[in-house]
């Protein structure tokens, strides 16, 4: 079946523009994750969809940063006001609901690579 | 808060030699713990995953790893390396239960030399 897509796969974008990352999360998941990936940083947390429970936005690094999910499928990621340190590959996976045995695993979008020129 | 410590960021072997990636994690409650690997130019894919039971867990391409408890630790083990494996590899943690949210490791470069 068709796997997370993310839109568009690149972005390159002036500094001080706003940019919108869409994710397409796999039908029937209920919980939505966006990550970012950085050259040596690993897997930086943003932000958790988890079915119409609040947002846990803990790891958004700053107010330039919001994301929403619209009826519980596709979310969008936007950064307001781009800077060169918002460069990274932007990733975003999905999981179903927690089965019997309380856990779930995550399956992952290709990315958006963002450049702030 | 959770966290999660890979000790060893970049990795170089040879063919056949045996591989042992360290992960410790900070958690005071029960966890599920996950091993994911990016292969070059891939998705993130998981490669095995822990949730409650033997505390040996066997993953795909012959990896496996091992949950101990009292050490904190779910370090990741192939017997024998292929050019193959050459990606990078994230372990995760999560708290048990409903609350999803994935904490990931900084994550290993693993190079396999022919």
């Known amino acids: 079946g068709a796997g997370v897509s993310q839109s568009p796969s690149n972005k390159v974008t002036e500094k001080g523009k706003d940019v919108e990352l869409r994710c397409d999360p796999i039908?029937?998941?209920?919980?939505l994750y966006w990550y970012r990936q950085s050259l040596g940083q690993g897997l930086e947390f943003l932000i958790y969809f988890q079915g119409n429970s609040a947002p846990d936005k803990s790891g958004l690094p700053s107010d330039r940063f919001s994301a929403e999910r619209t009826g519980g499928s596709v979310s969008t990621l936007t950064i307001q006001r781009t800077q060169q340190e918002d460069s990274a590959v932007y990733l975003c996976a999905s999981s179903p609901p927690v089965g019997l045995a309380g856990v779930s695993e995550q399956y992952f979008g290709p990315g958006t690579r963002l450049t702030v020129t | 808060a959770q966290s999660v410590s890979q000790h060893n960021h970049h990795v170089i072997l040879s063919e056949a030699a045996s591989l042992e990636l360290g992960c410790n994690y900070s958690y005071g409650g029960t966890v599920n713990l996950f091993w994911y690997v990016q292969y070059p130019g891939q998705h993130l894919q998981l490669l095995l995953k822990y949730f409650s039971g033997d505390p040996l867990v066997k993953g795909i391409k012959g990896f496996e790893a091992e949950f101990i408890k009292s050490k904190f630790s779910f370090n990741l083990r192939k017997p024998s390396v292929q050019w193959s494996d050459t990606a990078e590899y994230f372990c995760a943690v999560k708290n048990s239960g409903g609350y999803q949210k994935v904490t990931f490791g900084i994550g290993t470069k693993l190079q396999v030399i022919p």
């Open positions: 039908s029937g998941h209920t919980a």
